[in-house]
């Protein structure tokens, strides 16, 4: 078997056994995520690790009174209906035997600075700071982290529409770093039951060469 069988075998799992996550694993886990490059090698991430279930339950509980408050204010029931199903994949990591939030801190972009010194044109900078090179370091961090817990037997779904409710999430991480803000997360755990490969497009449409 090939090292590159392991991209295969990565998919997003959603059920969880009971089982628990022993710590040496997760620091395992974190520490492939923590090899993934990064500009400047900044490293502009940080994981919180959840592995009480009463504490990974009320984050779910947030995310679902979040949801709650924005359904309130919606007025288009047939979109109203469909931002409610969806909560489930917002909330899946309750049933998960731990969680981890990835939190992303700032990074600017090479020669930002020196663009915005010599006033250049919008346009330019833009394409500088479009990219996001700082949030592009944690996805990098992310997918480590997940072939890294596949590799390990777990299971993993990347997640952000959890996102939405942010703010009630951060408040209550309290991380107290600076200028770092919730990414996503991930439940982690050893899968249950089947888990689906979705189908991707042919290369023939995503690639073009010059
Ligand atoms: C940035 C990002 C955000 C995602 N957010 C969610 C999410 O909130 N809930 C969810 O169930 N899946 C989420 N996913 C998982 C995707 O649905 C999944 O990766 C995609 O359907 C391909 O399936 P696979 O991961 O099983 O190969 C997310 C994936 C990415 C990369």
Known sequence: MNKRSLLFERHSVRKFSEKEVPMEDIKEIIKCATSAPSGKNIQNWHFVVVNDKEKIDHIAKLVEERNAEIADEMTDEKAKASFTKFLRFATLFRKAPALILVYGGPYEPTGLNILQD?????????????????VQNIGAAIQNLMLAATDMGYGTCWMTSPNYAVRKIENYINLGKEGFSLMAMTPLGVPEGEVKFPPRKDIEEVMTVL
């Open 118 to 134: 010599i006033n250049a044109p919008q346009e330019e900078i833009e394409a500088l700071t479009k990219p996001n090179p700082a």
